[in-house]
């Protein structure tokens, strides 16, 4: 069920069944196909008149079949930041400049 937004209301899913029960019987299928489809891979991989990048993807899928997908690594830096303390400074700063914008203004007399 759905509300007047269209979003979903507290424990409904759109997808009440789940899977489909057909991915068992065609991965099943699929892999009947292995031995054929790495001997194909390699064929494209040693084929010289194919293009290089049929050859490289080729290559890419035998590796990552055979040793897994390479990893990815990141290098993150978390800092905790006081949120109430930068609106603080921020405010400061702000109120530093008008009062030097002020002094600056001649004084009409």
């Known amino acids: 069920m759905r509300d007047q937004t269209g979003r979903?209301?507290?424990?409904?899913?759109?997808?009440?069944?789940?899977?489909p029960r057909t991915v068992g019987p065609v991965r099943e299928l699929a892999a009947t196909y292995t031995t054929?489809?790495?001997?194909?891979?390699a064929r494209i991989m040693g084929d010289e008149s194919a293009p290089a990048s049929a050859r490289a993807a080729a290559a890419v899928a035998l590796l990552d079949r055979a040793h897994g997908r390479p990893h990815s690594t990141s290098?993150?830096?978390?800092?905790?930041?006081?949120?109430n303390a930068s609106h603080i400074e921020a405010i400061k700063a702000l109120a530093a400049r008008r009062?030097?914008?002020?002094?600056?203004e001649p004084t009409a007399h």
Do not use: C, H, W
Request: glycine share 12%.
């Open 8 to 19: 979903f209301l507290p424990g409904a899913t759109g997808n009440a069944g789940g899977r």
């Open 36 to 41: 054929a489809a790495v001997e194909a891979l």
């Open 75 to 83: 290098d993150v830096r978390l800092e905790a930041v006081d949120v």
């Open 99 to 104: 009062r030097a914008s002020t002094e600056d």
